[in-house]
Protein backbone atom coordinates (compact mmCIF):
# COMPACT_ATOMS: atom_id res chain seq x y z
CA UNK A 1 0.00 0.00 0.00
CA UNK A 2 1.10 3.43 -0.99
CA UNK A 3 2.28 5.23 2.44
CA UNK A 4 2.51 9.05 0.82
CA UNK A 5 -0.35 10.08 2.69
CA UNK A 6 1.41 9.15 6.29
CA UNK A 7 4.07 11.35 6.10
CA UNK A 8 3.71 14.98 7.16
CA UNK A 9 4.41 17.58 3.97
CA UNK A 10 3.44 20.62 6.19
CA UNK A 11 4.55 19.89 9.69
CA UNK A 12 2.64 21.68 12.71
CA UNK A 13 5.37 24.56 14.03
CA UNK A 14 4.74 27.58 16.54
CA UNK A 15 3.82 30.66 14.64
CA UNK A 16 4.62 33.91 15.20
CA UNK A 17 1.01 34.66 15.94
CA UNK A 18 0.83 32.17 18.33
CA UNK A 19 3.38 33.99 21.26
CA UNK A 20 2.05 37.75 19.75
CA UNK A 21 1.21 40.54 21.82
CA UNK A 22 -1.71 41.10 19.70
CA UNK A 23 -3.79 39.26 17.09
CA UNK A 24 -1.46 38.77 13.33
CA UNK A 25 -3.38 40.82 10.47
CA UNK A 26 -3.04 39.44 7.41
CA UNK A 27 -4.48 39.60 3.79
CA UNK A 28 -5.71 36.46 2.85
CA UNK A 29 -5.92 33.54 4.68
CA UNK A 30 -7.26 30.11 3.08
CA UNK A 31 -8.63 27.99 5.26
CA UNK A 32 -7.81 23.95 4.51
CA UNK A 33 -4.62 22.82 2.37
CA UNK A 34 -6.47 20.21 -0.02
CA UNK A 35 -6.08 20.78 -4.24
CA UNK A 36 -8.64 23.93 -3.95
CA UNK A 37 -7.38 25.90 -0.95
CA UNK A 38 -3.31 25.12 -2.15
CA UNK A 39 -4.15 26.04 -5.49
CA UNK A 40 -5.96 29.28 -4.33
CA UNK A 41 -2.60 30.06 -2.36
CA UNK A 42 -0.34 29.38 -5.48
CA UNK A 43 -2.33 31.30 -7.44
CA UNK A 44 -2.22 34.29 -5.28
CA UNK A 45 1.27 34.38 -3.92
CA UNK A 46 2.15 34.27 -8.70
CA UNK A 47 0.14 37.85 -8.11
CA UNK A 48 2.07 38.62 -5.75
CA UNK A 49 -0.54 38.27 -2.35
CA UNK A 50 1.04 36.74 0.69
CA UNK A 51 -1.32 33.95 2.35
CA UNK A 52 -1.76 32.15 5.19
CA UNK A 53 -3.27 28.45 4.81
CA UNK A 54 -4.77 26.89 8.17
CA UNK A 55 -5.75 23.10 8.21
CA UNK A 56 -6.68 21.22 10.89
CA UNK A 57 -4.39 18.05 9.43
CA UNK A 58 -1.00 18.07 8.28
CA UNK A 59 -0.72 15.53 5.16
CA UNK A 60 -2.33 14.58 2.25
CA UNK A 61 -5.62 13.21 1.78
CA UNK A 62 -5.85 9.72 2.42
CA UNK A 63 -7.19 7.45 0.15
CA UNK A 64 -7.64 8.34 -4.21
CA UNK A 65 -10.71 10.29 -3.25
CA UNK A 66 -10.59 12.40 -6.58
CA UNK A 67 -8.99 10.45 -9.16
CA UNK A 68 -10.25 12.25 -12.87
CA UNK A 69 -8.63 15.64 -13.88
CA UNK A 70 -9.25 17.23 -16.65
CA UNK A 71 -7.94 18.99 -19.67
CA UNK A 72 -8.28 22.33 -17.95
CA UNK A 73 -7.57 21.71 -14.57
CA UNK A 74 -4.52 20.66 -16.21
CA UNK A 75 -3.93 24.07 -18.06
CA UNK A 76 -5.13 25.65 -15.20
CA UNK A 77 -2.05 23.58 -13.00
CA UNK A 78 0.65 24.47 -16.18
CA UNK A 79 -0.62 28.30 -15.15
CA UNK A 80 0.10 27.46 -11.80
CA UNK A 81 3.12 25.75 -11.89
CA UNK A 82 2.76 22.03 -11.60
CA UNK A 83 1.18 20.59 -14.65
CA UNK A 84 4.23 18.80 -16.15
CA UNK A 85 4.25 16.40 -12.79
CA UNK A 86 0.85 15.59 -12.88
CA UNK A 87 0.78 14.66 -16.84
CA UNK A 88 4.13 13.03 -15.87
CA UNK A 89 2.67 10.97 -13.47
CA UNK A 90 -0.50 10.47 -14.22
CA UNK A 91 -2.18 7.32 -16.74
CA UNK A 92 -3.73 10.12 -19.58
CA UNK A 93 -5.96 8.67 -21.41
CA UNK A 94 -9.38 10.17 -24.34
CA UNK A 95 -11.34 6.68 -24.82
CA UNK A 96 -14.25 5.31 -22.94
CA UNK A 97 -16.78 2.22 -23.49
CA UNK A 98 -20.28 2.07 -22.25
CA UNK A 99 -21.46 -1.52 -21.65
CA UNK A 100 -25.10 -2.78 -21.73
CA UNK A 101 -24.91 -6.35 -20.08
CA UNK A 102 -21.78 -8.09 -21.49
CA UNK A 103 -22.30 -5.95 -24.49
CA UNK A 104 -20.28 -3.17 -25.61
CA UNK A 105 -22.58 -0.67 -26.87
CA UNK A 106 -20.26 1.69 -27.87
CA UNK A 107 -17.11 3.82 -27.29
CA UNK A 108 -16.11 7.43 -27.36
CA UNK A 109 -12.86 9.88 -27.94
CA UNK A 110 -13.01 13.12 -26.03
CA UNK A 111 -10.24 14.42 -27.33
CA UNK A 112 -11.10 13.51 -31.25
CA UNK A 113 -9.18 16.31 -33.04
CA UNK A 114 -5.09 16.99 -32.97
CA UNK A 115 -3.50 20.23 -31.62
CA UNK A 116 -3.72 20.39 -28.05
CA UNK A 117 -1.12 20.28 -25.30
CA UNK A 118 -3.05 17.98 -23.03
CA UNK A 119 -4.80 15.06 -23.12
CA UNK A 120 -8.37 15.30 -22.28
CA UNK A 121 -8.22 13.49 -18.73
CA UNK A 122 -5.08 11.74 -16.57
CA UNK A 123 -6.18 9.53 -13.88
CA UNK A 124 -3.95 10.64 -10.82
CA UNK A 125 -4.59 10.10 -7.06
CA UNK A 126 -5.26 13.08 -5.23
CA UNK A 127 -2.62 12.56 -2.81
CA UNK A 128 -0.27 12.98 -5.77
CA UNK A 129 -2.21 16.07 -6.79
CA UNK A 130 -1.44 17.47 -3.13
CA UNK A 131 1.79 16.50 -3.14
CA UNK A 132 2.80 18.25 -6.18
CA UNK A 133 0.97 21.13 -5.10
CA UNK A 134 3.17 21.20 -1.57
CA UNK A 135 6.14 20.64 -3.54
CA UNK A 136 5.11 24.05 -5.88
CA UNK A 137 4.51 25.90 -2.42
CA UNK A 138 8.20 25.10 -1.38
CA UNK A 139 9.19 25.86 -4.72
CA UNK A 140 7.77 29.75 -4.38
CA UNK A 141 8.82 29.91 -0.64
CA UNK A 142 12.64 28.81 -2.15
CA UNK A 143 12.82 32.40 -4.00
CA UNK A 144 10.29 34.48 -2.13
CA UNK A 145 8.00 33.44 1.19
CA UNK A 146 4.98 33.88 0.17
CA UNK A 147 3.04 30.59 1.62
CA UNK A 148 2.44 30.09 5.49
CA UNK A 149 1.16 26.38 5.22
CA UNK A 150 0.38 25.56 9.34
CA UNK A 151 -0.44 22.24 10.00
CA UNK A 152 -2.52 21.19 12.46
CA UNK A 153 -4.01 24.35 12.58
CA UNK A 154 -8.41 24.12 13.09
CA UNK A 155 -9.93 27.35 12.51
CA UNK A 156 -12.24 26.84 15.44
CA UNK A 157 -14.77 29.85 15.63
CA UNK A 158 -14.59 32.88 13.25
CA UNK A 159 -16.39 36.20 13.67
CA UNK A 160 -16.97 39.10 11.30
CA UNK A 161 -16.05 42.39 12.17
CA UNK A 162 -16.85 44.31 9.06
CA UNK A 163 -14.09 45.27 7.24
CA UNK A 164 -12.07 41.95 8.56
CA UNK A 165 -12.38 38.85 10.30
CA UNK A 166 -11.44 37.24 13.75
CA UNK A 167 -10.03 33.62 13.70
CA UNK A 168 -9.91 31.57 16.60
CA UNK A 169 -7.35 28.40 15.76
CA UNK A 170 -6.71 25.61 17.55
CA UNK A 171 -3.29 23.93 17.74
CA UNK A 172 -1.63 21.61 19.58
CA UNK A 173 0.12 24.63 22.20
CA UNK A 174 -3.37 25.89 22.51
CA UNK A 175 -5.19 28.56 20.71
CA UNK A 176 -4.50 32.03 19.42
CA UNK A 177 -6.54 34.82 17.26
CA UNK A 178 -5.52 36.24 14.02
CA UNK A 179 -7.59 39.17 11.44
CA UNK A 180 -7.89 38.54 7.91
CA UNK A 181 -8.86 41.53 5.26
CA UNK A 182 -10.00 38.19 3.08
CA UNK A 183 -11.20 34.52 4.29
CA UNK A 184 -11.11 31.60 1.37
CA UNK A 185 -12.74 28.52 2.97
CA UNK A 186 -11.78 25.61 1.21
CA UNK A 187 -12.57 22.99 3.88
CA UNK A 188 -14.30 20.74 2.06
CA UNK A 189 -17.85 19.73 2.12
CA UNK A 190 -18.60 19.27 5.63
CA UNK A 191 -17.05 22.56 5.93
CA UNK A 192 -16.80 23.91 9.45
CA UNK A 193 -16.66 27.57 8.31
CA UNK A 194 -19.85 27.09 6.45
CA UNK A 195 -21.70 25.53 9.98
CA UNK A 196 -19.63 28.16 12.29
CA UNK A 197 -21.47 30.69 9.97
CA UNK A 198 -24.87 29.00 9.61
CA UNK A 199 -24.88 28.66 6.33
CA UNK A 200 -26.15 25.70 4.17
CA UNK A 201 -26.81 24.10 0.99
CA UNK A 202 -29.67 23.70 -1.77
CA UNK A 203 -30.16 20.84 -4.12
CA UNK A 204 -30.73 17.49 -3.98
CA UNK A 205 -29.82 14.24 -2.28
CA UNK A 206 -30.48 11.30 -4.53
CA UNK A 207 -31.51 7.93 -2.99
CA UNK A 208 -28.74 5.76 -4.17
CA UNK A 209 -25.15 4.55 -2.88
CA UNK A 210 -21.76 3.67 -4.31
CA UNK A 211 -18.74 1.74 -3.56
CA UNK A 212 -15.71 2.93 -4.10
CA UNK A 213 -12.66 0.58 -4.09
CA UNK A 214 -9.64 1.28 -4.71
CA UNK A 215 -7.40 -2.26 -5.72
CA UNK A 216 -3.95 -3.34 -6.67
CA UNK A 217 -3.53 -5.45 -9.26
CA UNK A 218 -2.06 -6.43 -12.28
CA UNK A 219 -4.60 -6.25 -15.07
CA UNK A 220 -4.37 -6.18 -19.00
CA UNK A 221 -7.62 -3.83 -18.95
CA UNK A 222 -6.65 -0.83 -21.73
CA UNK A 223 -5.99 2.63 -20.43
CA UNK A 224 -9.74 3.88 -21.16
CA UNK A 225 -12.98 4.24 -18.80
CA UNK A 226 -15.34 1.80 -18.92
CA UNK A 227 -18.80 1.99 -17.61
CA UNK A 228 -20.96 -0.65 -17.29
CA UNK A 229 -25.66 -1.03 -17.13
CA UNK A 230 -26.59 -3.69 -15.73
CA UNK A 231 -23.46 -6.02 -16.31
CA UNK A 232 -23.91 -9.71 -14.87
CA UNK A 233 -21.56 -8.97 -11.64
CA UNK A 234 -23.73 -5.79 -10.42
CA UNK A 235 -26.99 -6.89 -12.05
CA UNK A 236 -29.64 -3.98 -12.32
CA UNK A 237 -27.14 -1.67 -11.06
CA UNK A 238 -23.58 0.11 -12.95
CA UNK A 239 -20.27 0.03 -12.51
CA UNK A 240 -17.08 2.32 -13.46
CA UNK A 241 -13.63 1.03 -14.20
CA UNK A 242 -10.33 3.32 -14.32
CA UNK A 243 -6.63 3.10 -14.16
CA UNK A 244 -4.19 4.48 -11.90
CA UNK A 245 -0.59 4.65 -11.66
CA UNK A 246 1.25 2.42 -9.77
CA UNK A 247 -1.23 -0.48 -10.54
CA UNK A 248 -4.11 0.98 -8.58
CA UNK A 249 -7.49 0.55 -10.35
CA UNK A 250 -10.48 2.27 -9.48
CA UNK A 251 -13.28 0.17 -9.30
CA UNK A 252 -17.56 1.60 -8.55
CA UNK A 253 -20.17 -0.43 -7.71
CA UNK A 254 -23.96 1.10 -7.22
CA UNK A 255 -25.24 -0.52 -4.37
CA UNK A 256 -28.99 1.00 -4.38
CA UNK A 257 -30.18 2.87 -1.57
CA UNK A 258 -31.02 0.73 1.31
CA UNK A 259 -27.45 -0.81 2.69
CA UNK A 260 -25.77 -0.91 6.03
CA UNK A 261 -22.85 1.63 4.56
CA UNK A 262 -20.64 0.33 7.40
CA UNK A 263 -21.32 -3.11 6.61
CA UNK A 264 -20.97 -3.03 2.54
CA UNK A 265 -17.46 -0.97 3.72
CA UNK A 266 -15.75 -4.53 5.79
CA UNK A 267 -13.70 -6.77 3.38
CA UNK A 268 -15.44 -9.66 3.72
CA UNK A 269 -18.77 -7.67 1.62
CA UNK A 270 -16.19 -5.83 -0.61
CA UNK A 271 -13.78 -8.54 -2.18
CA UNK A 272 -16.45 -11.03 -3.29
CA UNK A 273 -18.02 -8.14 -5.25
CA UNK A 274 -14.74 -7.49 -6.72
CA UNK A 275 -14.44 -11.20 -7.34
CA UNK A 276 -17.74 -11.44 -9.07
CA UNK A 277 -16.30 -8.60 -11.25
CA UNK A 278 -12.56 -9.34 -11.93
CA UNK A 279 -12.65 -13.02 -11.77
CA UNK A 280 -11.71 -15.40 -9.21
CA UNK A 281 -8.04 -15.78 -11.01
CA UNK A 282 -7.14 -12.33 -10.72
CA UNK A 283 -5.14 -10.97 -7.30
CA UNK A 284 -5.58 -8.10 -5.87
CA UNK A 285 -5.22 -6.08 -2.80
CA UNK A 286 -7.82 -3.51 -1.38
CA UNK A 287 -6.02 0.07 -1.18
CA UNK A 288 -9.38 2.10 0.37
CA UNK A 289 -12.78 1.87 0.34
CA UNK A 290 -15.38 4.34 0.88
CA UNK A 291 -19.25 4.89 0.17
CA UNK A 292 -20.95 7.73 -1.40
CA UNK A 293 -23.88 9.14 -2.00
CA UNK A 294 -24.86 11.17 -4.91
CA UNK A 295 -25.70 14.54 -3.85
CA UNK A 296 -25.80 18.08 -6.09
CA UNK A 297 -25.97 20.85 -4.00
CA UNK A 298 -24.60 24.48 -3.92
CA UNK A 299 -24.95 26.96 -1.67
CA UNK A 300 -27.06 30.28 -2.53
CA UNK A 301 -24.22 32.30 -2.21
CA UNK A 302 -20.57 31.78 -2.41
CA UNK A 303 -19.90 35.08 -1.02
CA UNK A 304 -20.36 36.34 2.28
CA UNK A 305 -18.91 39.60 2.56
CA UNK A 306 -15.28 39.29 3.42
CA UNK A 307 -16.13 35.19 3.62
CA UNK A 308 -15.58 33.44 0.01
CA UNK A 309 -16.40 29.99 -0.75
CA UNK A 310 -14.49 27.54 -3.17
CA UNK A 311 -14.44 24.20 -3.83
CA UNK A 312 -16.82 21.16 -2.02
CA UNK A 313 -17.59 24.10 0.57
CA UNK A 314 -19.97 26.11 -1.77
CA UNK A 315 -21.05 23.28 -4.38
CA UNK A 316 -20.84 19.46 -4.19
CA UNK A 317 -21.76 16.87 -7.19
CA UNK A 318 -22.26 13.19 -7.36
CA UNK A 319 -18.46 11.90 -8.79
CA UNK A 320 -19.82 10.05 -11.68
CA UNK A 321 -18.43 12.82 -14.30
CA UNK A 322 -15.13 13.70 -12.46
CA UNK A 323 -16.76 17.35 -12.10
CA UNK A 324 -15.80 17.65 -8.19
CA UNK A 325 -12.38 18.85 -8.26
CA UNK A 326 -12.50 20.05 -11.37
CA UNK A 327 -14.90 22.52 -10.49
CA UNK A 328 -13.02 23.50 -7.79
CA UNK A 329 -9.97 24.18 -9.54
CA UNK A 330 -12.01 26.32 -12.01
CA UNK A 331 -13.29 28.14 -8.71
CA UNK A 332 -9.44 29.35 -7.85
CA UNK A 333 -8.92 29.97 -11.75
CA UNK A 334 -12.09 32.57 -11.82
CA UNK A 335 -11.49 33.77 -7.84
CA UNK A 336 -7.37 34.69 -7.60
CA UNK A 337 -7.20 37.26 -10.39
CA UNK A 338 -10.38 38.83 -9.28
CA UNK A 339 -9.61 38.98 -5.38
CA UNK A 340 -5.92 39.94 -6.44
CA UNK A 341 -6.94 42.89 -8.29
CA UNK A 342 -8.91 43.95 -5.78
CA UNK A 343 -6.32 43.81 -3.13
CA UNK A 344 -3.75 46.07 -5.30
CA UNK A 345 -6.36 48.40 -5.72
CA UNK A 346 -7.03 48.29 -9.35
CA UNK A 347 -10.41 47.05 -9.19
CA UNK A 348 -13.65 48.11 -7.00
CA UNK A 349 -14.59 45.69 -4.56
CA UNK A 350 -17.75 44.80 -6.79
CA UNK A 351 -15.34 42.64 -9.13
CA UNK A 352 -15.80 39.86 -6.68
CA UNK A 353 -19.34 39.90 -6.92
CA UNK A 354 -18.67 38.34 -10.42
CA UNK A 355 -17.11 35.16 -8.51
CA UNK A 356 -20.59 34.57 -7.24
CA UNK A 357 -22.27 35.15 -11.50
CA UNK A 358 -19.82 32.93 -12.73
CA UNK A 359 -19.34 30.38 -10.57
CA UNK A 360 -22.77 29.78 -8.93
CA UNK A 361 -23.43 29.35 -12.96
CA UNK A 362 -20.60 26.79 -13.35
CA UNK A 363 -21.89 24.89 -10.23
CA UNK A 364 -25.37 25.03 -11.76
CA UNK A 365 -24.47 23.78 -14.95
CA UNK A 366 -22.37 20.78 -12.96
CA UNK A 367 -25.21 19.89 -10.87
CA UNK A 368 -27.66 19.77 -13.90
CA UNK A 369 -25.07 17.44 -15.47
CA UNK A 370 -24.90 15.59 -12.63
CA UNK A 371 -28.38 15.75 -12.12
CA UNK A 372 -29.06 14.54 -15.39
CA UNK A 373 -26.44 11.14 -15.29
CA UNK A 374 -27.90 10.75 -11.99
CA UNK A 375 -31.58 9.66 -13.78
CA UNK A 376 -30.09 7.96 -16.45
CA UNK A 377 -27.75 5.30 -13.97
CA UNK A 378 -30.22 4.61 -11.28
CA UNK A 379 -34.15 5.20 -13.16
CA UNK A 380 -36.84 6.26 -10.59
CA UNK A 381 -39.65 3.72 -12.50
CA UNK A 382 -40.19 1.34 -14.31
CA UNK A 383 -41.01 3.46 -17.86
CA UNK A 384 -37.88 5.39 -17.21
CA UNK A 385 -35.90 2.08 -16.46
CA UNK A 386 -37.85 0.94 -19.96
CA UNK A 387 -36.80 4.23 -22.01
CA UNK A 388 -32.91 3.69 -20.41
CA UNK A 389 -32.96 0.10 -22.17
CA UNK A 390 -34.21 1.03 -25.27
CA UNK A 391 -31.25 4.08 -25.41
CA UNK A 392 -28.93 1.56 -25.00
CA UNK A 393 -29.76 -1.01 -26.82
CA UNK A 394 -30.30 1.29 -30.00
CA UNK A 395 -27.06 3.21 -29.49
CA UNK A 396 -25.13 -0.04 -30.42
CA UNK A 397 -26.23 0.33 -34.02
CA UNK A 398 -27.18 3.72 -34.13
CA UNK A 399 -25.26 6.88 -33.66
CA UNK A 400 -28.34 9.03 -32.98
CA UNK A 401 -29.09 7.38 -29.58
CA UNK A 402 -25.40 7.99 -28.28
CA UNK A 403 -26.03 11.33 -27.16
CA UNK A 404 -29.23 10.17 -24.79
CA UNK A 405 -26.94 7.70 -22.87
CA UNK A 406 -25.47 9.61 -19.78
CA UNK A 407 -23.27 7.19 -18.23
CA UNK A 408 -21.74 10.82 -16.88
CA UNK A 409 -21.39 13.58 -18.86
CA UNK A 410 -17.48 14.52 -18.21
CA UNK A 411 -16.47 17.29 -16.93
CA UNK A 412 -15.57 20.30 -19.31
CA UNK A 413 -14.69 23.56 -18.97
CA UNK A 414 -17.34 26.26 -18.33
CA UNK A 415 -17.68 29.27 -20.78
CA UNK A 416 -19.10 32.77 -19.04
CA UNK A 417 -20.70 34.16 -22.49
CA UNK A 418 -23.10 36.41 -21.96
CA UNK A 419 -21.93 37.10 -18.38
CA UNK A 420 -21.39 40.88 -16.63
CA UNK A 421 -17.51 40.82 -17.44
CA UNK A 422 -17.95 40.06 -21.09
CA UNK A 423 -17.43 42.47 -23.90
CA UNK A 424 -18.59 42.85 -27.48
CA UNK A 425 -17.90 40.16 -30.14
CA UNK A 426 -16.94 42.19 -33.46
CA UNK A 427 -15.40 39.51 -35.73
CA UNK A 428 -17.63 38.36 -38.68
CA UNK A 429 -17.21 35.12 -39.38
CA UNK A 430 -15.58 34.18 -35.76
CA UNK A 431 -15.75 30.50 -34.16
CA UNK A 432 -18.26 30.12 -31.30
CA UNK A 433 -15.60 28.41 -29.43
CA UNK A 434 -13.42 32.08 -28.94
CA UNK A 435 -16.52 34.11 -28.75
CA UNK A 436 -16.41 36.26 -25.47
CA UNK A 437 -16.90 34.46 -22.29
CA UNK A 438 -15.19 31.18 -23.75
CA UNK A 439 -12.05 30.06 -22.12
CA UNK A 440 -9.41 30.12 -25.52
CA UNK A 441 -9.16 26.75 -26.79
CA UNK A 442 -5.19 26.00 -27.59
CA UNK A 443 -3.69 25.38 -30.84
CA UNK A 444 0.26 23.81 -31.78
CA UNK A 445 2.60 27.31 -32.33
CA UNK A 446 5.72 27.44 -33.97
CA UNK A 447 7.58 27.36 -30.80
CA UNK A 448 5.11 25.46 -28.47
CA UNK A 449 1.57 26.17 -27.80
CA UNK A 450 -0.76 29.06 -27.21
CA UNK A 451 -2.03 28.32 -23.47
CA UNK A 452 1.56 28.60 -22.66
CA UNK A 453 1.86 32.26 -23.52
CA UNK A 454 -1.25 33.44 -21.84
CA UNK A 455 -2.58 33.46 -18.06
CA UNK A 456 -1.65 35.58 -15.03
CA UNK A 457 -2.11 39.07 -16.40
CA UNK A 458 -4.42 40.74 -19.08
CA UNK A 459 -3.42 39.77 -22.98
CA UNK A 460 -4.32 41.45 -26.22
CA UNK A 461 -3.38 38.86 -28.59
CA UNK A 462 -3.43 40.37 -32.25
CA UNK A 463 -3.71 38.27 -35.12
CA UNK A 464 -2.84 39.08 -38.89
CA UNK A 465 -3.39 42.67 -38.06
CA UNK A 466 -0.73 45.47 -36.84
CA UNK A 467 -2.57 46.70 -34.20
CA UNK A 468 -0.24 49.13 -31.82
CA UNK A 469 1.06 47.33 -28.21
CA UNK A 470 -0.62 49.27 -25.08
CA UNK A 471 1.46 49.73 -22.18
CA UNK A 472 -1.13 50.30 -19.71
CA UNK A 473 -4.71 50.69 -19.54
CA UNK A 474 -6.93 51.18 -16.71
CA UNK A 475 -3.62 51.15 -14.46
CA UNK A 476 -3.18 47.43 -15.95
CA UNK A 477 0.14 46.38 -17.90
CA UNK A 478 -1.07 44.91 -20.76
CA UNK A 479 0.91 41.72 -22.78
CA UNK A 480 0.99 42.31 -26.63
CA UNK A 481 0.77 38.26 -28.11
CA UNK A 482 1.22 39.38 -31.74
CA UNK A 483 0.47 36.27 -34.09
CA UNK A 484 0.38 35.42 -37.67
CA UNK A 485 -1.98 32.70 -38.24
CA UNK A 486 -1.42 31.86 -42.29
CA UNK A 487 1.93 29.71 -42.15
CA UNK A 488 1.45 25.84 -42.21
CA UNK A 489 2.19 25.42 -38.21
CA UNK A 490 -0.37 28.18 -37.25
CA UNK A 491 -2.99 26.50 -39.77
CA UNK A 492 -4.97 25.15 -36.73
CA UNK A 493 -4.11 28.85 -34.76
CA UNK A 494 -6.58 30.44 -37.73
CA UNK A 495 -9.43 27.58 -37.43
CA UNK A 496 -9.68 28.56 -34.15
CA UNK A 497 -9.49 31.97 -33.41
CA UNK A 498 -10.31 33.73 -36.76
CA UNK A 499 -12.84 31.17 -38.83
CA UNK A 500 -13.39 32.70 -42.21
CA UNK A 501 -12.23 36.13 -40.48
CA UNK A 502 -8.58 37.19 -41.83
CA UNK A 503 -7.96 39.04 -38.92
CA UNK A 504 -8.48 39.45 -35.81
CA UNK A 505 -8.04 40.76 -31.88
CA UNK A 506 -8.67 39.31 -28.27
CA UNK A 507 -8.69 40.85 -24.88
CA UNK A 508 -7.77 37.45 -22.78
CA UNK A 509 -8.68 37.42 -19.09
CA UNK A 510 -5.70 36.56 -16.49
CA UNK A 511 -7.55 32.88 -16.72
CA UNK A 512 -7.44 32.58 -20.00
CA UNK A 513 -10.88 33.86 -20.75
CA UNK A 514 -12.20 35.66 -23.52
CA UNK A 515 -13.37 39.27 -22.87
CA UNK A 516 -13.88 40.80 -26.08
CA UNK A 517 -12.69 40.50 -29.54
CA UNK A 518 -12.78 42.72 -32.60
CA UNK A 519 -11.72 42.72 -36.46
CA UNK A 520 -10.29 46.57 -36.24
CA UNK A 521 -8.13 48.13 -33.48
CA UNK A 522 -9.64 50.71 -31.74
CA UNK A 523 -8.55 52.67 -28.74
CA UNK A 524 -11.26 53.58 -26.78
CA UNK A 525 -13.28 49.95 -27.38
CA UNK A 526 -10.16 47.82 -25.59
CA UNK A 527 -10.20 50.39 -22.35
CA UNK A 528 -14.11 49.81 -22.06
CA UNK A 529 -13.13 45.92 -22.46
CA UNK A 530 -10.74 46.25 -19.98
CA UNK A 531 -13.13 48.32 -17.77
CA UNK A 532 -15.51 45.87 -18.28
CA UNK A 533 -13.71 43.01 -17.05
CA UNK A 534 -12.64 44.63 -14.21
CA UNK A 535 -15.96 45.44 -13.17
CA UNK A 536 -16.12 49.12 -13.38
CA UNK A 537 -18.81 49.31 -15.82
CA UNK A 538 -21.37 47.70 -13.51
Known amino acids: MNKIFETPLYPYYQSVDQTASAPGHHSVVVIGAGPVGLGMAIDLAQHGIDVVVLDDNDKVSFGSRAICFAKRTLEIADRLGFGDKLVDKGVQWNLGKVFFDERKVYEFNLLAEDGHARP ?255 DFITPKSDISRVFRNAVLDLSEHHDFARPLVNSGRLSMPCNYVGHSLTGEDAVAGGPARSQPGMPCPDAPLEDGYLLSKLGGGFTLMTLNTDAPSPQEIEGIEIAHLEMRATSDTNKTLGERFLGTAERAIYLIRPDQHIVARWSEYDAASVQMAVATALGKTQ
Open 120 to 374: AFINLQQYYFEQYLVERVQEINSETPKIDVRGKNRVSAIKDHGAYSALTVTTPDGEYTIHADWVIACDGAGSPTRSMMGLDFVGRVFEDNFLIADVTMEADFPTERWFWFDPPFNRGQSALLHKQPDGVWRIDLQLGWDVDKEAEKQPDRVIPRLKAMLGDDVKFELEWVSIYTFQCRRMEKFRHGNVIFAGDSAHQVSPFGARGANSGLQDVDNLSWKLAHVIKGLAPDTLLNSYDDERIHGADENIMNSTRST
